[in-house]
C-alpha cells in the first residue's frame, strides 16, 4: 500500500493555508507533521482524510484494491475533539462508531481493555477525564480496521503511562503495515519517522 500526496493545496475561508506539499508513505510508515500554530497542520490532516477538499495538487492510494478504493476510504480519523456523544455511554459511543466505520477487528470491550478502560464502558461519555476521553478516541482507532491513521494531537491530555501504551498501538499498526500521519507538537516515541514541517503563509 502507498499513499502519496503531490503538491496539495490547501485552503480555509478562500486563503491559502499552505502549498507545494508533497509526501510518499509506504505501509509501515509514518510521517509527523510539525509546525507553529496556525501552519495548517490539522486542515492538512482533514485534506488527506477527505473531509476538506484540496484546491490542487493530487492525492492517491495504490494497493488499496477492492477493500480500499480510495484514499478517505482507508482514512480512520482522530481529530482534536473527540467526535463523542457526551450523553451516550463509553460503549455506546464505541459500537456506533463501528458501525459507522464496518470491518469490525476487536469487539468494543477488547478495545476498552487495550486502553484500559473496561470498567467504564457503562458511564456516559461526558463523566470522563479529559485523559479518559483521549483513550476512548484510541479505542476508537481499535475498533474497526482502516489501514491509514490520520491523527491530530493524539497524545494531548494523556498521562505518560497512557503515552508509552498508545506509542505501542502505534508501532503495533505500523508493524502490521498500517500508515500513519500525525500532526503534533509531541514526540510521539516511534523509531524512525519522516518529518514534514509546514511553516504556513506569512
Ligand atoms: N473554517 C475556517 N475558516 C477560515 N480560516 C480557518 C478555518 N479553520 C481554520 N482556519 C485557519 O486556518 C489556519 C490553519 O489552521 P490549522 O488548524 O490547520 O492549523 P494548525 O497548524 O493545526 O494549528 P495548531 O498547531 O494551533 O493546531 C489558521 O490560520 C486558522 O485560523
Redesign the pocket.
Given at each position: 500500500m502507498r499513499l502519496s500526496a503531490e503538491n496539495i493545496e490547501?485552503r480555509?475561508?478562500g486563503?491559502t493555508?499552505f502549498s507545494g506539499i508533497g509526501f510518499t508513505l509506504g505501509a509501515g510508515e509514518a510521517l509527523v507533521v510539525t509546525?507553529?500554530?496556525?501552519?495548517?497542520?490539522?486542515?492538512?490532516l482533514?485534506v488527506v482524510g477527505g473531509l476538506l477538499p484540496h484546491a490542487a495538487g493530487r492525492l492517491s492510494l495504490e494497493g488499496g484494491g477492492e477493500e480500499f478504493p480510495s484514499v478517505e476510504s482507508a482514512c480512520h480519523y482522530l481529530g482534536?475533539d473527540n467526535a463523542m456523544k457526551t450523553a451516550l455511554t463509553v460503549s455506546e459511543n464505541l459500537g456506533f462508531w463501528q458501525s459507522f466505520f464496518g470491518r469490525p477487528q476487536v469487539s468494543v470491550m477488547e478495545a476498552l481493555e487495550t486502553v484500559g478502560l473496561e470498567t467504564i464502558g457503562h458511564l456516559p461519555f461526558g463523566y470522563l477525564s479529559t485523559g479518559q476521553r483521549r483513550r476512548v478516541s484510541i479505542a476508537k482507532l481499535l475498533v474497526s480496521h482502516r489501514p491509514v491513521w490520520l491523527l491530530?494531537?493524539p497524545t494531548s491530555g494523556l498521562d505518560k503511562r497512557s503515552e508509552a501504551h498508545f506509542s505501542e498501538l502505534m508501532r503495533t499498526h505500523l508493524e502490521e503495515g498500517g500508515i500513519i500521519v500525525a500532526?503534533t507538537?509531541l514526540p510521539l516515541g516511534l523509531e524512525s519517522v519522516q518529518e514534514l514541517r509546514?511553516e504556513?503563509h506569512q
Open positions: 490547501g480555509r475561508g486563503e493555508i509546525g507553529p500554530n496556525g501552519a495548517g497542520k490539522s486542515t492538512l482533514r482534536p491530530d494531537e500532526a507538537h509546514m504556513g
